[in-house]
């Protein structure tokens, strides 16, 4: 996959991995803490993890301007990543309050501001060098994989420190305690019974009265969140060390076109007005269309994760639990890349034996693994719904290329924008399967006033359809979006054009928290169908202005 690609793709890939961990570990239970600590209702929550995910991706258009215009991207990123750091670090101190924990919240998006959208400029750099442009789109692909591998392991890191927090306090995870538990110290919960036997299983006779238990519970969790944001710190170091320790790879793409123009750089490029026209405005419709694929799918970590912990089931038989549980999960994963390596008709003898070792190891420890498990009754928390996405990104990715590159060898690839339009028409799909999955289900209104979860559950399998049909509809439009911006900008405004990729982002992000409220007030399956139609019509528009778009990648 990554023959005949520049070594600057490697550290690229490998620090934005870093730094995706962190963040998606973040992510992964920012709504449960929420909700958890402060008591907040869904729209409450939904209002602050909506603008934090603007702040999130409209910061890089700052970050844009600073790196095409004063500091280079190089520097951008570093500096970025120092105060995501300390955003980090701050969302770990425990016992603050919520205007702490806003200003926390302030710091990683100016940080992510600062990151994220030049690494995309630098990336696209490497690529503007003849000998590797035709590779740019399978390019940002391996680049996106490597995101996903960070956000793979993200819920896990995050569940498995928060619950090792709660056992040091003598407590479990249950996704039920934590309303059940506001709703008694605000004194709006009308029958204690299910909390009183929650108090029973989790104090074990030692707390007897309800209130202490809500309080040393709410309390407890919130340190358990905590410990996850520190986490995500730490993973910021490792994103620095590997960028800066590995310059070397990437130093020649490091010029901003401002840059070349004071050194006289005989390869500057120069558009016209009207070609710098024609760029920005097929970039300003892409950008529409794209809001409302992010409004669609950050509703992973906002109604669907709701969705997840509410109305469907979270006690698994052992087949089941497979899948979620990383310990057993891992090893399966590495085996099928042993296998290859094993069978891979183009590798050479030592590649073929190391491969057969390594599914044979993997294999071997899977066994193991497995059966530790129980045959019924293994718990899965919310946010480890998080992680097929990143894990179906890292499969389906080479799949993806392989197919794209099928069909260039025959002429027949679809241009970008025309991916793009796909992407969106495969999202409709992933949210038609929620609708049939909420058929006969309890509106999240009337459930707010009965309290804990819902009597009817879902199988988890609805959601990790949901989830598949989603990643394929992101490779078809994410990565093959940020190439497309690459590969259109106007060469003095790089920066800046990644900036408005992430600004549409982050308008799409905020619009994912702005319909929370039909959440509470609709049924389910309605709300759902409110994504369908959005993404349905989205897709229709693009089709409807391609062939301006796809004149726009020649000009």
Known sequence: MFKGHPKGLFVAFFANMGERFGYYTMLAIFLLYLQSKFGWTTSEAGRVYGFFLFGVYFLPLLGGYISDNILGYGKTIIVGIIVMF????????????VFFMYFALAVIALGTGLFKGNLQALVGNMYDEAKYSHLRDSAFNLFYMGINIGAFFAPSAAGGMRNWILARSGFTYDSAIPSLAHKYLDHTLQNTAQLEQFMHT???????DLGVFCHQYIDSIGQAYNAGFGVAALSMIASLLIFIGFRKYYKTADVTHKQQKAAKDPNLVVLTKSQIKDRFV??????????????????????LTIFARDYTVSSISKGSAIIFNLSTLLPLLIAIMGFVLLLGKANSKKTKIIGGVVALGSLILAYFTINMLQPEGNKISPEIFQQFNPIFIVFLTPIVIGYF????KRGKEPSSPKKIGFGMLITAVGFIIMIIASQGLMSPADLAVKGGVSD???SPYWLISMYFTLTVAELFLSPIGISFVSKVAPPQHKGLAQGGWFGATAIGNIMAGFIGPFWDKWQIWQFFLLLVCLTLLSAIFIFSILKKLERATTS
């Open 86 to 97: 300390l955003g980090y670090g701050l969302l770990a101190v425990p016992g603050n309050g």
């Open 405 to 408: 590159s099928y069909l260039n």
């Open 282 to 303: 097929a970039l300003g419709l892409v950008f529409f269309v794209v809001m409302f694929f992010w409004m669609a799918f950050q509703q992973n970590g906002f109604t």
């Open 456 to 458: 009817t559950l879902r």
């Open 202 to 208: 989790q104090a074990g006779g030692k707390i007897t």
